[in-house]
């Protein structure tokens, strides 16, 4: 497994403090509409005339994976102290404020351990001017307010819980939108900073120890998820209409890689298509690395074997150098997004029915991406864990019945994501290796 890459199952969350408060309140301007992927409205009648018109509400609570907020109008931060303040005009119909909502402004809501220790934000209608809340800095541009806690630091939801939604959430401002993130981790934050750079024009401001008073008049809290699902986006839900595929070209420009297509099988007599095999660590990891490496050779392949690299940039370059990628189902199959279009990733999928997880993960986010997808499951014998357990277990028998939804997570991470590795049979593989290689000769020209 590439260093710096962990297991799918749960990472250990990074030691974030709790307790971030935020205030916010909706200013009633005339004739003032929201409307962003939530579709939020609010409309009153001219001056003098307060005529409550239709009202929503200004946060969206309905996508399964993320809560997200906006406001337009007079609104004031005020980083270190937690607060964020939404000052309503004198008159308005929300003149007296007292609404709010809370939410954690991270791309996992679902589940609980993932947000135990990403900071609560309370947005709220507010009355008044209070002289604490006098802006030291007015910005002319949009600010974003955000977290990077939860799982972070596992390179899967580095991906699907921060890079994808703030991709959605932030690229429609051409770069002219404040980042105010809370939960900053610096390393964590040095990985990525090319992203943050191609998505904002802005140094970032680091929320919990700001204590300048900033003032915007529009902030979006939380980050968008157009699909409830990992790794996916939903055009029809997308005000831009967004895709997989327009993310993965956003990636690669971000590190300013230069293939875009993958080589043509035949085309250049003196060139072969590159393999890439990437390695485990730790846990399912191929126990045969060398005889793999033999028989892609004799099938026509160049090979290279990595175990992924921290330096993101390096390790993409070389990542979309190659037309097929393969290895066993795991974080470090995120990679795929640094490939060119059309090449060519193969999963393999460890013993134990793991049917349901590989395509959840990895299946419909690449064919959505326009990658070609292959899917290998081992069977008996190409797992280690006939040395752990007797071939009666119900390892073997009843895999289905160690499933999450029939026994509990830690029993089934442990038995079949942990304690796997595979011996892959390579004459029952090279079949997959040779219909890569009709897929790219038949791939699309454009």
């Known amino acids: 497994m590439a260093k710096g890459f962990r297991n799918l199952n749960r990472a250990k969350p990074q030691n974030y403090g709790i307790g971030l408060l935020a205030v916010f309140g909706l200013v009633a301007l005339t004739y003032v509409t929201m409307s962003r992927t939530t579709g939020l409205r609010f409309s009153v009648g001219g001056a003098g005339d307060y005529v409550k018109a239709e009202k929503r509400p200004i946060c969206d609570l309905s996508n399964r994976k993320s809560d997200i907020c906006e406001a337009d109008g007079d609104v004031r931060i005020i980083g270190k102290d937690t607060r964020m303040v939404y000052v309503a005009a004198p008159g308005s119909v929300d003149a007296q404020g007292g609404e709010s909502w809370t939410i954690k402004p991270y791309a996992r809501k679902w589940d609980p351990g993932s947000g135990a220790r990403v900071r609560e934000v309370t947005l709220k209608l507010v009355h008044g001017d209070g002289e604490d809340r006098r802006c030291s800095v007015n910005h002319t541009v949009p600010a974003m307010v955000f977290a990077v806690g939860g799982w972070t630091g596992n390179y899967f939801h580095d991906f699907v819980d921060v890079l994808v939604p703030l991709f959605e959430t932030a690229h429609p401002f051409g770069g002219e939108v404040q980042f105010l993130i809370a939960n900053m981790y610096p390393p964590w934050m040095d990985k990525y900073r090319p992203f943050f750079r191609k998505l904002s024009r802005y140094e970032i401001i680091e929320y919990d120890n700001d204590d300048t008073v900033r003032c915007f008049r529009h902030v979006t809290l939380g980050l968008r998820c157009t699909s409830a699902e990992d790794f996916q986006m939903e055009p029809s839900k997308s005000p831009h209409g967004y895709t997989m595929f327009d993310f993965a070209k956003f990636t690669r420009s971000v590190f300013s890689l230069e293939r875009s297509h993958p080589l043509r099988v035949g085309e250049q007599a003196d060139k072969k298509p590159r393999l890439m095999i990437i390695t485990r660590a730790l846990t399912r990891r191929f126990m045969n690395v060398e005889e793999i490496v033999r028989m892609a ?4 392949y160049e090979v290279v074997v990595a175990e992924g690299d921290p330096d993101i940039s390096k390790f993409s370059r070389i990542v979309n150098s190659c037309d097929v990628l393969m290895g066993v189902h795991g974080s470090a199959l995120t990679n795929m997004v640094f490939l060119p279009t059309y090449s060519v990733v193969i999963q393999v999928v460890p013993w134990g029915n793991l049917d349901w997880i590989a395509g959840h993960y990895f299946r419909e986010p690449s064919k959505q991406m326009k990658l070609n997808y292959l899917e290998y499951s081992i069977n008996e014998e190409e797992t280690t864990l006939t040395a752990l357990y007797p071939r009666d277990h119900a390892v073997f ?36 290796l040779q219909r890569a290689l009709h897929i790219l000769e038949e791939q699309p020209r454009e």
Not at 407 to 423: C, G, H, P, Y
């Open 297 to 300: 050779e004799e099938v026509g």
């Open 397 to 432: 028998k009843d895999p289905m019945s160690l499933h999450p939804q029939n026994a509990d997570w830690d029993t089934f991470s442990r038995i079949f994501l942990k304690e796997q590795n595979v011996k892959l049979d390579v004459r029952r593989f090279s079949p997959f």
